[in-house]
């Protein structure tokens, strides 16, 4: 998902590069495990069934922190509601 924020495209390639130091390392394998960051209201997630091995910024859902509803076409994790409720800075 490129976006015209900078700052935020550098933070969704910081998560993507995340999940393949996650991958690599053996901390997850096959689509397990799941990373997310807020920006204001939004959450971006890895997606459900994706693996983090090779995930870029346009393979994350995009959802919305306070209805929860997505804002693009991609499915999150089935631990959305856990992503949700955890605060900012945790």
């Known amino acids: 998902m490129p976006t015209r924020n900078p700052e935020l495209q550098s933070r ?3 998560l993507c590069d995340a999940c393949a130091s996650f991958y690599s390392r053996s901390l997850a394998c096959g689509s397990t495990g799941n990373l ?3 920006d204001g209201e939004d959450l971006f997630v890895t997606p459900t069934g994706g693996s983090l ?3 870029t910024p346009k393979d994350l859902a995009h959802v919305s922190i ?4 997505p804002r693009n076409d991609r499915h999150a994790s089935k631990e959305i509601p856990l992503h949700l409720r955890i605060g900012p800075g945790v």
């Open 12 to 14: 969704l390639d910081a």
């Open 36 to 38: 997310s960051i807020r």
């Open 53 to 55: 091995r090779n995930l």
């Open 66 to 69: 306070s209805t929860g509803e």
